[in-house]
């Protein structure tokens, strides 16, 4: 056979496999302009954000497919933290305070916390209502309504979301109800532990002054300013009182006696 006729062949050959899409031995196959390196797909901003590194994995390959690159995204942490807002319910001056708390707070360990942020002396006995379940003081738990225990309830398990309402009330004899709302879910750092005010306004009513409707009398007697009455009011308040103090710094370090 010829020169000639061998490259005629061969030159018939290659144009058989180019419309077959085979490509001849010895020759790469070309990359498209765009190839280089394996890149990361474009991952969603969340909240909160991954509590880890992104791993990168190899995907296991299938037979019609390239060997490919999957990214691995660690489970976010549930929020460790809740931002609950307290208020003592008619007060006036409104009486409330600003919390952040762990979710993994007892009721029974709550019930300090408030204690402290109120400025309350735990003098008395206490009850949270969540839903239809009332949760008491294990010492002295009460059959009527029945009662759950504080130490076995955590904050998280009875009010998991924004917008939980929970009622605690402190002396059933003056009566005092407060409201707690979660208002917000907090991704904390690991340091941050215990309970914090963040905010608040309004004293806490005198201990035994008669529940709301008394504590009004109370203030409508300081406000005349005179009087016998007024006169022994001061002596059983021990001094002067202001409904509307409220000190941030004095009420953290309260809680910070807790921890």
């Known amino acids: 056979m010829g020169d000639d006729e061998r490259r005629r062949r ?36 969340s909240d909160p954000p991954p509590t880890g590194p992104l791993r990168v994995v190899s995907a296991p390959p299938h037979a019609s497919e390239k060997h490919s690159l999957a990214v691995v995204r660690p489970a976010p942490s549930p929020p460790a933290r809740a931002q609950l807002l307290v ?19 007892t009721l029974a360990k709550l019930h300090r916390v ?65 409201r707690i709302v979660v208002e917000r879910l907090l991704w904390g750092t690991p340091e941050a532990k215990g309970a914090v005010c963040l905010a608040g306004g309004g004293a806490c009513p005198p201990e035994d002054c008669g529940g709301i409707g008394g504590y009004a009398d109370l203030l409508a007697t300081l406000r ?22 409220f000190d941030l710094a004095t009420v953290n370090r309260a809680l910070k006696r807790l921890r």
């Open 10 to 45: 061969q030159d018939q050959a290659r144009a058989r496999a180019g419309r077959q899409g085979i490509q001849p031995v010895g020759q790469a196959t070309p990359s498209p302009a765009s190839s280089g390196p394996p890149t990361l797909r474009h991952l969603p901003s």
């Open 87 to 105: 208020t003592l319910s008619d007060s006036d001056p409104l009486v409330w305070r600003r919390l952040a708390v762990p979710r993994t707070i």
């Open 114 to 178: 408030l204690q402290a942020a109120l400025g309350w002396t735990a003098s008395h006995l206490h009850q949270f209502v969540v839903g239809d379940t009332t949760y008491g003081d294990p010492d002295l738990l009460l059959d009527d309504p029945p009662q759950a225990s504080t130490r076995q309830a955590r904050l998280g398990q009875v009010a998991p979301a924004v917008g939980a309402v929970i009622r605690y009330a402190y002396d059933f004899g003056d009566g005092w109800d407060h």
């Open 224 to 245: 005349r300013g005179r009087g016998r009455e007024y006169r022994d009011l001061l002596a059983w308040l021990g001094g002067p009182f202001d409904p509307l103090a």
